[in-house]
């Protein structure tokens, strides 16, 4: 995975995500018909929890 997140720069973490799914897709990173993984499954890949309710 080529997302990395940085909670404590302030910039809220969707930001920092569509910024980085950009770049991938402008920089040929991310081509045309790759997918990207389900909001979850992210969420695992990058260590966030959600608080339990």
């Known amino acids: 995975m080529f997302l990395k ?4 720069t302030g ?5 920092q ?3 980085q ?3 991938a ?3 040929g990173a991310l081509k ?3 997918q990207l993984p ?7 890949e990058l260590l966030l929890t959600t608080p339990n309710a």
């Open 5 to 8: 997140l940085t909670p404590t």
């Open 11 to 15: 910039q809220p973490l969707y930001l």
């Open 17 to 19: 995500l569509m910024q």
């Open 21 to 23: 799914i950009r770049h």
């Open 25 to 27: 897709a402008e920089t």
């Open 32 to 34: 045309d018909g790759d």
């Open 38 to 44: 389900g909001i979850r499954t992210l969420a695992e």
